[in-house]
């Protein structure tokens, strides 16, 4: 899918028919969780499609472009990008986290245990389970699940989120139009600085942005803004 929206969108630039079959591939895609148990690598493919339709439009040219509120903002790709990075990281917490211990020992008692794939080589080669029997599929399974869990629980997770943030911010700034999703985004960085422990850049970004928010009323936004504060300043 990704082939002819290149196409369509850097060489022959055109953007709505680029964005248009993204948006169905990707509506498709978002759905389409084959493993329940590795849920956090279908949103970590869904992270991946988004950022790099977004950083696509960035490369065409300003001319091509929004910056409003619409599907020709990079800043609407960035910002779903960091949409499906939290997904994944929920699940991460909730499936592989659990496993840390074992993992932890297994890594200790064997450093190249995780360094590659079993039994295939290279990332996205499926193993063929037909001709084994179901003990052998299970510690399969289990190996392939521990090996993702191990490369989740590396992975800096927060890093990528208030990336993904910070470039969405970017694009929805330029307009100077949309004061409520820069506000929006403004409170998901500083809740993301606040999980990584970075309290300072938590708490100026909750600073900047909850007088806005004290004026306007917006009490959704204002409240978990007051308790990143609050965290910030124990």
């Known amino acids: 899918h990704f082939k002819p929206c290149k196409i ?6 055109n953007v709505e028919q680029s964005i248009e079959q993204f948006l169905k591939h990707i509506r ?3 759905s389409s969780i084959a493993d329940p148990q590795a849920v956090f690598e279908h949103f970590a493919e869904v992270y991946k499609q988004y950022r790099m339709f977004g950083e696509m439009l960035e490369r065409i040219g300003a001319k091509y472009i929004s910056f409003q509120l619409d599907y020709k903002n990079p800043g609407f790709y960035f910002q779903a990008a960091a949409s499906a990075a939290k997904t994944r990281k929920k699940y991460v917490l909730q499936l592989c986290e659990p496993h840390r211990a074992t993992i932890t020992k297994l890594a200790a008692a064997d450093p190249t245990a995780f360094k590659a794939d079993y039994d295939t080589g290279y990332v996205g080669l499926k193993i063929d389970y037909t001709n084994m029997d179901n003990t052998t599929k299970s510690s399969k ?11 989740e629980i590396q992975f800096d997770h927060c890093r990528t989120i208030i990336q993904m943030l910070n470039n969405a911010y970017k694009h929805f700034k330029k307009s100077g139009k949309n004061p409520r999703i820069t506000t929006t985004i403004a409170s998901d960085l500083a809740e993301q600085y606040l999980d990584n422990k970075q309290y300072s850049i938590a708490k100026s970004i909750a600073d900047t942005i909850i007088n806005h928010l004290r004026h306007s ?6 409240t ?7 965290k910030c300043s124990k």
């Open 224 to 230: 978990p803004v007051h308790h990143i504060l609050l």
């Open 141 to 151: 399974a289990e190996q392939l699940f521990l090996k993702s869990s191990y490369e």
């Open 217 to 222: 009323k917006w009490n959704v936004i204002m």
């Open 28 to 30: 498709w895609y978002q």
């Open 8 to 13: 369509k969108l850097l060489e022959l630039k």
